[in-house]
């Protein structure tokens, strides 16, 4: 009989804590910047005003970084899955010379962090005229080990070979059975990693910071960290970015929550 109200209890703490912040932040971006910081703290701004979002919109070039970020994550995010989606049938529905130690070298690297090859991706993306920003900041995000390992698991467990031989014997190509046949069948593992993936890029800091030296061509990440380091700490437009950096994770969970919950929970109802 306890099992379930200390359930809701920390299910209710975990929500709050995990919330706290954004709620912070929002309550913040509508406060002037001597309000913020306040003591005691309060929640709910008295008065709230809109300056900080105008003064963000108007005399930031916020748009602009919204507009990258938004564009380059969405463009790594479609590129990905459908990279990770046909490397990951490749490695569970054919056999090929190799294939283990490719598999291995490949599964090897989510051990590396990203900071270890950052150098020598750069460099080799200059060495060969592919600096830039448009091109470079979707690079790191085409094949991510972990994605490609999602697809082999769930293509193996979810794709009968009885599908793909009847496909093959009723003379559709390989592509053709992968376009028709496999796509539909991972839906919920596209749209998991879909979520995961736009949440990767969009929210990268480290490699923007490496590649990008032009304002204009700023991502949301850096262009915060830029109103962070001025000269006068500008905290009210740093919060008032963050809400608006909040929205298009949100939409994008909002438009694959079924997929995500579908794909998370496919580990869990296979026996």
């Known amino acids: 009989m306890l099992r379930r109200p200390l359930l809701y209890t920390t299910l209710t703490a975990l929500l709050l804590a995990f919330t706290a912040p954004l709620l912070w932040a929002l309550s913040g971006s509508f406060k002037t910047r001597g309000d913020i910081f306040e003591y005691p703290p309060k929640l709910l701004p008295s008065p709230a005003t809109l300056d900080n979002y105008r003064s963000l919109l108007t005399d930031q070039p916020f748009g602009r970084w919204f507009l990258v970020s938004t564009v380059v994550a969405l463009l790594a995010t479609v590129v990905s899955v459908f990279v990770c989606a046909l490397a990951g049938y490749g490695f569970a529905k054919f056999r090929f010379a190799g294939k283990q130690l490719l598999f291995g070298v490949m599964f090897s690297s989510l051990s590396i962090p990203f900071a270890v090859i950052l150098v020598p991706l750069f460099v080799i993306l200059v060495k060969t005229g592919l600096g830039s920003p448009w091109f470079a900041l979707i690079v790191p995000w085409v094949a991510p080990a972990f994605g490609i390992f999602m697809m082999q698991q769930y293509i193996v467990q979810s794709v009968p070979d009885e599908i793909l031989e ?5 003379g559709a190509s390989e592509f053709g059975i992968f376009r028709r046949v496999v796509l539909p069948l991972l839906r919920p593992s596209l749209g998991a990693l879909g979520v995961w993936q736009f949440l990767q890029s969009y929210n990268s800091f480290l490699w923007p910071l490496v590649l990008v030296s032009d304002s204009s061509q700023y991502t949301l990440p850096l262009g915060l960290q830029t109103l ?12 008032a970015g963050a809400v608006l950096a909040v929205l298009p994770a949100v939409l994008v969970f909002v438009v694959l929550r079924k997929q995500l919950l579908e794909g998370l929970s496919t580990g869990a109802v296979k026996g």
């Open 166 to 170: 009847a496909a093959r014997i009723d």
């Open 228 to 239: 962070f380091r001025a000269e006068n700490r500008q905290y009210d437009l740093v919060l």
